[in-house]
C-alpha cells in the first residue's frame, strides 16, 4: 500500500479520529505546537513514506502523533 492509500484506510481514520477524542479531552483539543490555537490536523512525529506507512508500530502508534 502507498502512503496516499493509507490514509484513507480505515484503521486511520480510526486512530485519527481516537487521537482528536483524546486530545480535546486533555486541553479541548490545542495544537500540541504552539498551545494556543486549536489544533487542525493529526500529523506524523516521523513521517510516513510508502514503506513506512505499512509498519503499525509507525503509522498507527498515537505515540508517534501530533496534533497541529
Not at 10 to 16: D, L, N, Q, T
Not at 26 to 40: A, T, Y
Not at 41 to 58: M, Q, R, T
Amino acid at each position: 500500500m502507498t502512503q496516499e492509500e493509507f490514509y484513507k484506510t480505515g484503521p486511520w481514520r480510526r486512530a485519527r479520529a481516537a487521537y482528536i477524542a483524546q486530545r480535546k479531552a486533555v486541553d479541548g483539543g490545542l495544537c500540541e505546537v504552539c498551545g494556543d490555537e486549536p489544533g487542525r490536523i493529526v500529523h506524523h512525529k516521523i513521517w510516513l513514506d510508502d514503506d513506512n506507512c505499512n509498519d503499525p508500530e509507525i503509522s498507527l502508534n498515537p505515540n508517534n502523533f501530533k496534533y497541529e
